[in-house]
């Protein structure tokens, strides 16, 4: 029979564009996220992170935002270069132990 | 530092064989992860470590799994007999514990025909 894998949702942009991933979590107890970003053929590798006392965080080129009240979080990449393509994970800690949660990420393409 | 070391990159086994994953956490993390990624169910975790002892394991599938982790520079994840539908990248992470943020080794890619 047909195998059904996940549908992974895509972005597409210009080089030097910016960059928005969203990400919807499922447990309003987590009180902890990070982003990571996963290249062809290796693990994921840590952007950024938020707590919930926060709801944005600035990195270089990169902003989180937490909406707590929708559960929502965002990933912002200013300038987006070809390096950046990749898929995107978000993860959450729901304060239940030091383990982390990996939604079903996100494949960026910049387009030169 | 070299970061989170995993063994072998890649296996290859035969269906029915046991399986032996190998992992070698950053230096003074006290936390230690397995998690499976495939293209149905995406990053799942396994079974979570702290401090050597296992804390949760609710993630691993089936009794075929086993994982053990017998000193703070050393863990396994064992399959034993091995199936085709556990094909997968199988990837190990540690956590210095306090700041939770998880760093990830590059991952090994089983094959189970």
């Known amino acids: 029979g047909e195998s059904v894998g996940l549908h992974l949702p895509t972005l597409s942009v210009q080089e030097g564009d910016n960059s928005i991933i969203n990400c919807a979590y499922s447990n309003s107890a987590s009180d902890y996220f990070i982003w990571y970003k996963q290249e062809s053929g290796k693990g994921p590798q840590f952007i950024i992170d938020?707590?919930?006392?926060?709801d944005k965080r600035q990195g270089q080129r990169v902003t989180v935002l937490l909406n707590k009240t929708v559960k929502h979080l965002s990933l912002q990449i200013a300038a987006t270069q070809p390096g950046d393509s990749a898929v995107y994970f978000c993860a959450e800690n729901r304060a239940t132990g030091n383990q982390f949660y990996f939604g079903t990420g996100t494949s960026l393409t910049v387009i030169p | 530092d070299a970061g989170v070391i995993q063994s072998p990159r890649h296996e290859v086994t035969e269906m029915g064989q046991e399986v032996t994953l190998r992992c070698k956490p950053i230096s003074g993390h006290n936390s230690l992860f397995w998690y499976r990624q495939t293209m149905m169910r995406g990053l799942e975790l396994l079974i979570y470590?702290?401090?050597?002892?296992?804390?949760?394991d609710s993630g691993m599938p089936e009794d075929r799994f086993s994982a053990k982790m017998p000193n703070a520079s050393f863990s396994t994840l064992k399959i034993q007999p091995s199936e085709p539908r556990d094909s997968a990248v199988y990837f190990c992470a540690s956590s210095p514990g306090l700041t939770g943020i998880a760093f990830f080794g590059q991952g090994t890619r089983l094959t189970v025909v």
């Open positions: 938020i707590r919930s006392n926060m």
């Open positions: 470590f702290n401090n050597n002892v296992p804390i949760d």
